[in-house]
Structure formats: C-alpha cells, structure tokens
C-alpha cells in the first residue's frame, strides 16, 4: 500500500457516558484540568485527543449535547456526522460512510473520545502497519483484564476479539494465555473498510439494555466485528502494543475522570 502523506480521522464523541454519576454533559468535553469540582474546569479531553491525531481531514461524530461539542472544538478544521441512534461503535462508523467515501487518502485512524492520552507516536505506528495489514488494532497489557475485549493472535496476526462475556467462561489456562486487551483504538485501509461496511450493516446484534427501568433487546453495531468478517476472508489484521497502559484509560466515571486529571498534572510537570 502507497503510503500516506495525509490520513483521515473518525472520532467517536456521540455517546453520554451514563457511569458518569452527577454530570450531565457530554463525557468528552470533561475537563483534564479540574476547577470547582471534577467536572468544572478547563482544558477539555476531546481537545487533547484532536491535537495528537494525524494531519488530515477528521469526522466528528455527535449526538448526545452536539452543540456543546460544536462549540468546544470551533479552533478546529472539523466535520460533524450525526449518529442518530447510539447503536455502537459500528453505527458510528456507518453514520460516517459518506465522509469514508469522499477522502483520497488511503490510510484511516479510529478513536474513541473519551481516550486522551494516546499519543502522536502511537497512531504513526498504527498507520505504518497498514503497509503490511489491511486493519491494525492498538492493544495493550493491563495489570487487570477487568471486562475488557481480548486479542486472540497466532504470530503476527490478530485473529478474533473476543469480549468479556465469552473469555469470563474460558479455562483459567486459556483465560491467562489472553493477555494483550483492545484498547478501541485502530487504523484501517480506507478502501476495505468501505467494502465491510454493507457486511457489518447486515448484520446487526441483538443487545439486552436498561432503558427507563426495563429491560430491552435493542440492535447494535460494533466496528470489532469487521476483524471477523475479514478473517474470514482472508485478510491480515494486525496489532501495536502500547507500553504504558495509562496511554490507553478511557474516562467511563468518576474514579477514572479523576485519575486522569491527575496523569495530565503529571505530564505537565506540576506534580
């Protein structure tokens, strides 16, 4: 694959973060610099995420208080897709599919709104990996696998994610085997991941969700199911490792909101 002198951006910022107990914003506009409380204060995540992505065009995606996101991030040469439904990381890709459509570059990152600290670095080494894989995920390993995706790997290749509610009822031996975790961070061949998208829109699953205090079967998308369907047919899914699990935290509540805040204090050299 012709390398790159620009990539395209997607990242993932419709979502409201329902852990985040007492705030009532969009989880990704948070502040990585505390003021009055946790969730007063300047310096919002997304803003971080923005400056370390690849030079290139780069797609928001909004729903929950997409105003306030708008506004947040005007400094920035951004467009924003509307994710009608918050029906998972795939549905935010196929909310995105004209943006795919339309760029000429060949190489696309992935990321989450709600992960700060992933590094320029990082997603240069994500991209560089496309040369010899047609998807590349960012893993890493953690102290505590916790209820996170595992990566299943032979060699260099990354042949399944598997998700908590499968790995939780592994033998201990395999369950220790698996020890590399998907952060949600990825780089993807422009041109396949087009060619998925009618196959991932094909095939929604069904998902048990709380909603006004019932349960619900409601249809979900999720981008990690795109590694299936290409190994399937063939194609090579590969894999970077971080070496600092805390470049890979997401923010999903308090106790991680606060935690970073304390990171970013660190990384500037105020501890």
Request: hydrophobic share 35%.
């Amino acid at each position: 694959m012709t390398k790159d002198t620009n990539t395209a951006s997607i990242i993932m910022a419709a979502g409201r973060g329902s852990r985040m107990k007492s705030y009532d914003g969009n989880k990704t506009l948070l502040p990585l610099i505390p003021g009055k409380s946790l969730f007063e204060g300047s310096y919002p995540v997304l803003l971080h995420i923005l400056k370390a992505l690849p030079a290139g065009p780069k797609a928001l995606v909004v729903n929950y208080k997409s105003e306030d996101i708008k506004k947040a991030t005007q400094g920035f040469d951004l467009t924003y897709w509307c994710q009608p439904k918050l029906n998972g990381t795939g549905g935010a890709i196929l909310a995105v599919r004209e943006f795919i459509e339309n760029q000429s570059c060949n190489s696309l990152a992935v990321t989450m709104g709600d992960v700060p600290f992933i590094k320029a670095g990082t997603y240069d080494r994500l991209l560089d990996k496309l040369d010899k894989h047609h998807f590349v995920i960012l893993g890493f390993v953690p102290e505590d696998k916790k209820r996170y995706g595992v990566l299943e790997i032979q060699g260099d290749q990354v042949k399944k994610i598997t998700e908590w509610k499968y790995w939780k009822d592994f033998s201990e031996k395999d369950q220790k085997a698996l020890t590399i975790c998907n952060s949600g961070i990825y780089a993807v061949r422009r041109k396949c991941l087009l060619d998925y998208l009618p196959v991932l829109e094909s095939r929604p699953q069904i998902v048990h969700k709380e909603r006004n205090g019932e349960m619900v079967a409601v249809q979900e998308y999720f981008l990690t199911d795109i590694v299936e369907y290409m190994n399937k047919d063939n194609l090579s899914i590969g894999y970077v490792l971080t070496d600092n699990e805390m470049e890979t935290m997401g923010i999903d509540d308090p106790a991680s909101l606060e935690k970073a805040q304390q990171c970013y204090k660190k990384m500037q050299g105020c501890a």
